[in-house]
C-alpha cells in the first residue's frame, strides 16, 4: 500500500485529486443550480419547498453530501498543501517580475480566487445550510431565501462572489483536464471553450437568483 | 622517437575484426578493480563513460560545464553519417571509407578510416535503440540526406539539431550509470595537468570551478576527449569554453601532437557584425542542399538581391564544380568565398560575405517543406541578423569551425604516453586534412562506443600498472606546477585583460595561419605569437583569487595554452610546403588556384614532440602508405 | 545606445547579494546580450571591478548554459530564445535593464548570476534514459516509428536544460522539463519497457530536490527557448497516473 502514500503525497498526486475533486465540485454546481431554478416557478416556493425536503432527507443525498464534504476538504486541503509548498520553492523573489507577460491573472490567482470563494461558501452555508439542517427553523427555505436575497448588501455579495467563481472555473475546469492528462490536439480547444461556457454560464445561473429576488421579485 | 601506429595485419577489411580477437580481455569481474578518467563529456567522452561503466570500470568523469549534456558537440547541426545504404543509391561502407580518404585529401590514415566506416552502421542503430528521434519517413523508416563530398545520401538527421540529440543520448547513458555509481561525475571542474607515473598517463590535477580547490585524481588510464582547439582563432564557432588546455598539458608532458596546421574553415556561418563580436555561428552545411551560393558578377553591383537578374549572377561553385556543385567539401567552398571576397565580389556593408539563396528550393518544394528541414536554422539566422531568409538570401561566410589535428594517437585510440588515450576532435586521426560534413559525430560516437571499450581493455590487461595513490610525488610536482601557473597569473596585475591578448592572437592567426598561407606570413605569425605571448605573461590582469568561480583566471589559463599552441600550429603549417585540404599554402597551387598536393614529400603525420620552453619542438613523421585509395588529385568538378 | 544595469551581484552561494548598477555606452544594437555584458566586463576589469560572472558556452542557443531574467522574464522580452540570442535590438537607448540570475530553492546562487542547476542532472540520473547496452541494438530500421510520433518526440527532445521553465514558473516547477523528457522516452516504442518505473522515479527525484509544483498557468511554455508545450506536462500526468495505479 505504499504506492498509494507515495502517490498522494507526490506533487503530481496532489494535483491530481484537486483536479478531480474540482471536476467533481462542478458536477455539484450544476446539480446544485438546476435545482435553484425551481426558484423561478411562479408558484410561491411550492416545488422549490419539495425539492428541498427531498434533497434534506433522501438517504442516498445525505450519503452523497458527505462524498460532497470531502471533495470540499480534499480539494482545500491539497491546494493548501500546495500553495504552500510552492511558495518555499522560491524563497528569493525576483526584484522585477513580470509574469503578465506568460500567463493569465486567473490562472495564477487561483489560490486567491478560491480563498474567497470558500469565504463566499462558508457565509452562504451559515445563511441556508446552518439555519436549517443544523440549527433548525420554522421559516421555510423559500422563505429564508426570499428574505436574504431581500438584502442588497448580502445581494451584491453574493454576485461578487459568483464573479470571482466565474474566474475560478474559467482556469480550474480547463486546468483540471490538463492536471489529468487530457490533452488533446483535437479536444483540448472544444474543452477549453466548455470550459470558458462553464464559467459564464454557471456563476451567471447563480446570480439570477439575487438579480432576480433583488429587483424582480414582487 | 619511433611513432608505431600499430596498425593490424590483413585486408583493410579484416584489420578491426582481427585485432579485436587480438587484443587481451579484462576479465569482467576484474573490470572492477580498473579506474579510468575521462575528461571532457562530449559526444567521445560521454559515449566512452557510459560504456565503459556498463562494462564495470570505475569511471570518474570531468567536464568544464555545469552539465555533462552541455558539451559542445550539442550545437552540431546537420547530421551524422553512416554507411547504412538505406537509400539503396550505392553506398557501402567501402564508399565511405574511400569518400573519407579522399575528402581528407590522403591525409588520414587508411586502416583507422576503414574502421570508422565499419563502425558508422553500429552508431545509428545504438543511437536509435537509446531513444535519439532520428528524422522519419511517413512510412516510418530512416530518412536521409546528403551531405558535402559525397553523391550518396548517408546522413542520419534530428532536424538541424543532431549532435544535440545523440550527445542527449549519450549523456542519458551516462546518467543511468551516475545514477548506479558506476560513474562519478565531476562537472565544474577543469583538467590543469597530466601526471605521468614512470612513463605511463596515471592521472589528473584539476581544479574546482566553484571553490577553487585544486586536486589530484589518480586511476590506471587517463582518456582526454576534450575537443578541438579551434578557439586559438578567437572567433571560431566553438563554444567560448572550448579549449585546448587538457590536450595541451599532455603534450607538455611528452605526448606528440599531429597535424596541427589542419584546420577547418567552414564555409556557411553567418559573417562579423562588429568588434564586439565574441563568437561566429554555423548555418548547417545540410543547407547547401536546397540553397544556391552566389554572388554578383560584377563588383560594384550595389542592387538588393532580389533586383539582380539572373544573368548578373555567379553561381560559382555550380559553375566551377558541375558535378558537385553547391555540394562541394567545405574547404573547396571556403576557399572559393575567400576568392570571390578577394575579387570585391562579396556583399553586405563588409563586403567579407556570399549570399546563400532558397529561392529556388522555396519555388520549387514550397515554403512549408523547408520550414520542416531547416526551420530552426532560419530562425536561428533571422534573430542574428534581423533578416528573413525566407524573403532574402542568407548571407555566410567562412569560420573557423573544427582542428583535424590533434594528439597523435595510434589504432588504439593511445598516444605515444602509454595509458593516455585520446578521443574525438581531440585527437588527429581520422580527417587527415580534411574533415567531411556529418562525420565529426560519427568519429567521437565511434571512438567512444566501440573503440575504446576494447582497446582500453587490451592496454589494461597488458598487466604491469603497479597500485599508486595521489601521495605519489609526481602528483606532488604536478599539483605543485599548478598552483605555480595560477599564482603567477593572479599576481602578475598587468593592465590588458585577457579577452585583449585573446583577441590579438586570434586576428594573427586568421591573418597568417587562416585559409591561406604562405611562408612570409607563417613567420611572421610567429614571430607576433611570440610577442603576444611575451606581453601576456608581463601584462595580463587577472582580477580576483583563486578560491572562487573567477571566470578570468579559467579564461588566463586557456589562452595561456593558446598562445603556445598557436606557434605550433604555424610552425607546422611553415614545414608543410604544399597545399592539401585545410591547409592551402599560396605558393602551392595550381594554375586553376586549387589546392596542389605533394605526395611524394608529404605524405606524411606531422607529430610534434614538445624539447622544453625555450627549446624548437621537434617533428617526427608517421608516414602515411595508401594501398586502397591511390591518391590522385581531388576533383569534385 | 546608452544603457543603464542594474545587476545582481553576489560573492557566493553564503554571502548576501545586492544589486549594483553600471552605466553602459555606445552598445550596438548588433550585439548580443552576453557581448554586451562582455563588454559592461571588460570595463569593469579596467576600472578593478570583479568582472560579472555568467554561465554561457556554445553562445547559439543550444548548450542550455546561459540564462538570467532579463526585466522580469527568463532569458529577456523576446519568446523563444536563449539569452545569448538575444540581441541588444530589442532594447531602446536609455533603458534601464534588469538582471537577476535564476530563483528557485533548488537552484542556489553561486555567484553572481550563476546558479547550481545540478538539480536537472539528478533528476536525470533517476530515470531520464532508456537502457540500451552498447552493442546490443538492432538494425535500426527494425522498429518502424512513424513520422508524426518522431516528430512529436523531437519536439520534446528540443529540451536544453537551461531552466527557464523553472525561473519563469510562480512555483519554481521543473514539470516542463521533466514532462519533455518523459514525452520524448514515452513516445517512443524503444521507451516503453521502462516507462513506469522511469516516471515515477524522475517526479520523486523532482518533488525531493524541492521544486513546486506545475498549476497550469503556461508561463513555462511562454518563456521556453525551444518553445516545449505544457502537452508534455499533460502526457508526463498520464504516465503517472497510468504507472502509479498499474
Known amino acids: 500500500m505504499r504506492w498509494i502514500t507515495v502517490f498522494l503525497n507526490s506533487s503530481i498526486g496532489k494535483k491530481i485529486i484537486v483536479s478531480f475533486t474540482g471536476i467533481f465540485l462542478c458536477s455539484f454546481l450544476v446539480v446544485h443550480l438546476s435545482g435553484n431554478f425551481l426558484l423561478f416557478r411562479n408558484d410561491a416556493g411550492e416545488a422549490f419547498e419539495v425539492y428541498s425536503h427531498f434533497m434534506s432527507t433522501n438517504g442516498i443525498i445525505r450519503f452523497l453530501e458527505i462524498g460532497l464534504a470531502l471533495g470540499f476538504i480534499l480539494h482545500i486541503f491539497n491546494t493548501l498543501r500546495l500553495t504552500l509548498e510552492n511558495k518555499k520553492a522560491r524563497p528569493v523573489p525576483y526584484a522585477v517580475y513580470k509574469p503578465s507577460e506568460n500567463s493569465t491573472l486567473t490562472s495564477r490567482s487561483m489560490f486567491y480566487s478560491g480563498l474567497l470563494v470558500l469565504a463566499f461558501l462558508i457565509i452562504h452555508l451559515n445563511t441556508f445550510f446552518v439555519t436549517h439542517r443544523v440549527i433548525g427553523t420554522d421559516v421555510t427555505m423559500y422563505e429564508s431565501v426570499v428574505e436574504s436575497f431581500k438584502s442588497p448588501v448580502y445581494s451584491w455579495f453574493y454576485i461578487f462572489a459568483m464573479l470571482l467563481l466565474g474566474l475560478h472555473l474559467n482556469h480550474g475546469f480547463q486546468s483540471a483536464f490538463q492536471t489529468l492528462g487530457m490533452n488533446h490536439k483535437k479536444y483540448t480547444p472544444l474543452i477549453k471553450f466548455l470550459g470558458l461556457l462553464f464559467s459564464i454560464v454557471v456563476p451567471a445561473g447563480f446570480a439570477t437568483f439575487p438579480v432576480y429576488f433583488l429587483f424582480f421579485h414582487q | 622517437m619511433k611513432l608505431d601506429s600499430k596498425i593490424p595485419e590483413g585486408h583493410i577489411s579484416e584489420k578491426w575484426y582481427k585485432h579485436r580477437f587480438q587484443l587481451k580481455l579484462v576479465n569482467p569481474a576484474n573490470k572492477r578493480k580498473y579506474s579510468v578518467i575521462i575528461v571532457g563529456t562530449g559526444l567521445a567522452g560521454g559515449s566512452a563513460a557510459a560504456t565503459l561503466a556498463e562494462l564495470g570500470y570505475n569511471v570518474m568523469a570531468f567536464c568544464y560545464q555545469d552539465s555533462a549534456r552541455r558539451a559542445h558537440s550539442i550545437a552540431a547541426q546537420g547530421g551524422i553519417n553512416a554507411a547504412k545504404n538505406y537509400q539503396n543509391d550505392g553506398d557501402s561502407i567501402y564508399r565511405l571509407f574511400y569518400d573519407t580518404v579522399k575528402g581528407g585529401d590522403y591525409r588520414a590514415r587508411e586502416a583507422n578510416v576503414h574502421r570508422l566506416a565499419e563502425l558508422s552502421v553500429n552508431i545509428i542503430d545504438q543511437c536509435v535503440a537509446q531513444g535519439v528521434p532520428f528524422a522519419r519517413e511517413y512510412s516510418g523508416y530512416l530518412d536521409n540526406r546528403s551531405f558535402g563530398g559525397a553523391q550518396v545520401s548517408r546522413t542520419f538527421y534530428a532536424r538541424g539539431q543532431t549532435g544535440q540529440q545523440l550527445l542527449l543520448g549519450a549523456y542519458s547513458a551516462l546518467s543511468k550509470q551516475i545514477g548506479l555509481g558506476n560513474v562519478k561525475m565531476f562537472p565544474r571542474h577543469e583538467m590543469l595537468e597530466l601526471v605521468v607515473v614512470n612513463g605511463r598517463a596515471r592521472g589528473i590535477i584539476a581544479r574546482d570551478m566553484v571553490t577553487g580547490e585544486i586536486k589530484r585524481y589518480a586511476a590506471d588510464a587517463v582518456l582526454l576527449a576534450t575537443g578541438g582547439y579551434g578557439n586559438v582563432y578567437y572567433l571560431s564557432t566553438n563554444a567560448k569554453g572550448s579549449n585546448t588546455t587538457a590536450i595541451w598539458r599532455a603534450y607538455k608532458k611528452g605526448a606528440v601532437f599531429g597535424n596541427p596546421c589542419f584546420v577547418q574553415i567552414h564555409p556557411t556561418c553567418i559573417p562579423v557584425s562588429g568588434d564586439h563580436q565574441s563568437k561566429l555561428t554555423l548555418m548547417s552545411e545540410s543547407l547547401r542542399n536546397d540553397g544556391r551560393v552566389w554572388v554578383p558578377k560584377s563588383p560594384d553591383d550595389s542592387r538588393k538581391p532580389s533586383e539582380i537578374p539572373e544573368e548578373d549572377r555567379d553561381y560559382f561553385l555550380e559553375r566551377k564544380y558541375p558535378s558537385f556543385g553547391n555540394l562541394v567539401p567545405r574547404d573547396v567552398a571556403s576557399r572559393n568565398a575567400k576568392q570571390v571576397c578577394d575579387d570585391g565580389k562579396g556583399v553586405g556593408s563588409s563586403k567579407l560575405a556570399v549570399y546563400l539563396d532558397f529561392r529556388d528550393a522555396i519555388k520549387r518544394l514550397g515554403k512549408p517543406k523547408i520550414e520542416e528541414k531547416y526551420g530552426n536554422l532560419f530562425d536561428m539566422y533571422e534573430q542574428i541578423t534581423a533578416e528573413n531568409p525566407y524573403n532574402v538570401p542568407m548571407r555566410i561566410f567562412p569560420a573557423v569551425h573544427y582542428t583535424m589535428g590533434g594528439l597523435w594517437v595510434d589504432y588504439n585510440l593511445m598516444s605515444n604516453i602509454p595509458g593516455l588515450f585520446v578521443l574525438g576532435e581531440a585527437n588527429f586521426s581520422d580527417h587527415g586534412a580534411n574533415r567531411l560534413g556529418a562525420s565529426a559525430l560519427m568519429q567521437g560516437l565511434a571512438d567512444g562506443y566501440f573503440v575504446i571499450p576494447y582497446t582500453l581493455g587490451g592496454y589494461l590487461a597488458e598487466g604491469g600498472l603497479d597500485k599508486i595513490s595521489t601521495e605519489h610525488e609526481e602528483f606532488g610536482n604536478a599539483e605543485a606546477q599548478t598552483r605555480e601557473r595560477i599564482n603567477k597569473l593572479l599576481s602578475i596585475k598587468g593592465t590588458k585583460s585577457v579577452d585583449h591578448y585573446h583577441k590579438a592572437l586570434g586576428k594573427v592567426m586568421w591573418d597568417n595561419v587562416g585559409m591561406s598561407r604562405n611562408a612570409k606570413g607563417l613567420d611572421e605569425a610567429i614571430k607576433q605569437i611570440k610577442e603576444i605571448r611575451y606581453e601576456f605573461w608581463q601584462n595580463v590582469k587577472v582580477l580576483g583569487e583563486n578560491e572562487e568561480i573567477n571566470q578570468s583566471l579559467e579564461k588566463a589559463g586557456r589562452v595561456a595554452d593558446f598562445l603556445e599552441l598557436g606557434e605550433l600550429v604555424a610552425r607546422d603549417a611553415l614545414q608543410r610546403n604544399e597545399s592539401c585540404g585545410g591547409h592551402f599554402r599560396e605558393e602551392y597551387q595550381t594554375e586553376e588556384n586549387e589546392a596542389r598536393r605533394d605526395d611524394e614529400n608529404f605524405s606524411y603525420v606531422g607529430a610534434w614532440e614538445y624539447k622544453g620552453d625555450d627549446q624548437e619542438p621537434e617533428m617526427h613523421k608517421e608516414n602515411l602508405a595508401f594501398e586502397y585509395v591511390k591518391p590522385s588529385q581531388r576533383s569534385y568538378k | ?246
Open chain 3, 1 to 246: 545606445m546608452k544603457l543603464t544595469l542594474k545587476i545582481w551581484r553576489q560573492k557566493d552561494s553564503k554571502s548576501k547579494g545586492d544589486f549594483s548598477t553600471y552605466e553602459l555606452e555606445s552598445v550596438s544594437p548588433d550585439m548580443s546580450f552576453l557581448e554586451m555584458l562582455d563588454i559592461l566586463n571588460e570595463k569593469l576589469i579596467s576600472q578593478n571591478i570583479d568582472p560579472v560572472a555568467f554561465d554561457h558556452d556554445c553562445r547559439e542557443g543550444i548548450c542550455g548554459s546561459c540564462g538570467v531574467y532579463i526585466n522580469g522574464r527568463a532569458h529577456g522580452p523576446k519568446r523563444g530564445i536563449t539569452a545569448c540570442q538575444l540581441h541588444m535590438r530589442s532594447f531602446k537607448d536609455g533603458d534601464t535593464i534588469w538582471v537577476e540570475p535564476w530563483r528557485a530553492k533548488p537552484f542556489p546562487v553561486l555567484k553572481d548570476l550563476v546558479v547550481d542547476r545540478s538539480p536537472l542532472d539528478r533528476i536525470m540520473q533517476s530515470g531520464g534514459f532508456i537502457s540500451a547496452r552498447t552493442g546490443s541494438a538492432p538494425d535500426a530500421n527494425a522498429v518502424l516509428i512513424d513520422h508524426d510520433t518522431a516528430e512529436l518526440a523531437m519536439d520534446a527532445a528540443a529540451c536544453i536544460g537551461c531552466g527557464a521553465c523553472v525561473a519563469a514558473c510562480k512555483n519554481a516547477s521543473a514539470m516542463l522539463f521533466v514532462s519533455a523528457k518523459v514525452s520524448h522516452f514515452a513516445l517512443l516504442p524503444q521507451g516503453h519497457p521502462e516507462r513506469e518505473a522511469r516516471v515515477l522515479n524522475m517526479v520523486a527525484q523532482m518533488d525531493k530536490e524541492g521544486f513546486g509544483a506545475c498549476t497550469n498557468t503556461g508561463a513555462c511554455e511562454a518563456e521556453c527557448p525551444k518553445s516545449i508545450s505544457i502537452t508534455n506536462i499533460a502526457r508526463l500526468n498520464r504516465e503517472y497516473l497510468k504507472a502509479s495505479f498499474k
